[in-house]
C-alpha cells in the first residue's frame, strides 16, 4: 500500500481504500495470466525470479505482504458436497477431517454462482485435490482418469493409479461442462 500512496496520496482518505486496492488486485489475477497460484488464495507474478534480484544490505527483507481473499461461502460449499458425495471418489476415503473441497473450474476462474455450485466440486484427499488443483491430473467424460505427461511414471505407480483408469464412483453427472473446462484450460495434457 505504501507504494500506492507514493502515487495517490489521497487513497487514504478514504476508509475504504484497502479494500478497493484489493479488489483491484483481485480483479487483476483474476483476469490475467500473469499471476500465478502459490497457495489457496496467494498468488505471485508468473515470471518473477526473486533469485535474480540484486539487494544490497540495507534492502533485506525477510517477510513479504501477502494479499488473501476470503472465500465467503467455501464452508457451505464444503459441507454440501460433504452431504452429496461423502467420500473421496479416488480413494474411498470418507474421514471429513481430511477431505477437501476441490473446485473444477477455479474459484478464481469462477462467477459467483459457480463457486457454489457443488456440481463444481469434488471431494479429495489432500495428495488428489493437489494433484487436481495444479492441472496433473484431470477426468474423462468416461470417468477415465487423465495423467499429464509431466508426472513421472514413478510418481503414478507410487499412488498406484495408471493413466486411463477408470474411477467407478467419480460423480459424472452435472458436472461435464466444468469437466470440460478443467480438462482444457487446467489440465497440462
Do not use: P
Given at each position: 500500500y505504501n507504494e500506492i500512496e507514493k502515487y495517490y496520496p489521497e487513497a487514504k482518505l478514504s476508509k475504504?481504500?484497502?479494500?478497493?486496492?484489493?479488489?483491484?488486485?483481485?480483479?487483476e489475477i483474476k483476469n490475467h495470466r500473469n499471476f500465478k497460484k502459490v497457495?489457496?488464495?496467494?498468488?505471485a507474478f508468473e515470471n518473477y525470479d526473486e533469485n535474480k534480484l540484486v539487494l544490497s544490505p540495507k534492502d533485506f527483507i525477510t517477510t513479504k505482504d501477502v494479499i488473501t481473499a476470503i472465500?465467503?461461502?467455501?464452508?457451505?460449499f464444503?459441507?454440501?458436497?460433504?452431504?452429496?458425495?461423502?467420500k473421496c471418489p479416488i480413494t474411498g476415503i470418507d474421514d471429513t477431517r481430511i477431505l477437501t473441497a476441490s473446485h473444477i473450474k477455479p474459484w478464481t476462474m469462477s462467477n459467483n454462482t459457480e463457486r457454489l455450485d457443488i456440481h463444481n466440486g469434488f471431494l479429495f484427499s489432500p495428495t488428489f485435490d493437489r494433484l487436481f488443483d495444479r492441472?496433473?491430473?484431470?477426468?474423462?467424460?468416461n470417468k477415465e482418469l487423465m495423467v499429464s505427461k509431466?508426472?513421472?511414471?514413478y510418481n503414478l505407480k507410487h499412488l498406484n493409479l495408471y493413466d486411463n483408469q477408470l474411477i467407478d464412483d467419480l460423480p459424472i453427472a452435472g458436472r461435464e461442462e466444468y469437466l470440460n473446462y478443467h480438462r482444457t484450460k487446467i489440465f497440462l495434457h
Open positions: 475504504e481504500w484497502s479494500a478497493g486496492i484489493r479488489g483491484v488486485l483481485y480483479r497457495t489457496d488464495g496467494t498468488f472465500r465467503i461461502g467455501q464452508n457451505k464444503r459441507n454440501k458436497l460433504i452431504l452429496s458425495l461423502k492441472g496433473i491430473i484431470s477426468f474423462s467424460e509431466s508426472f513421472s511414471s
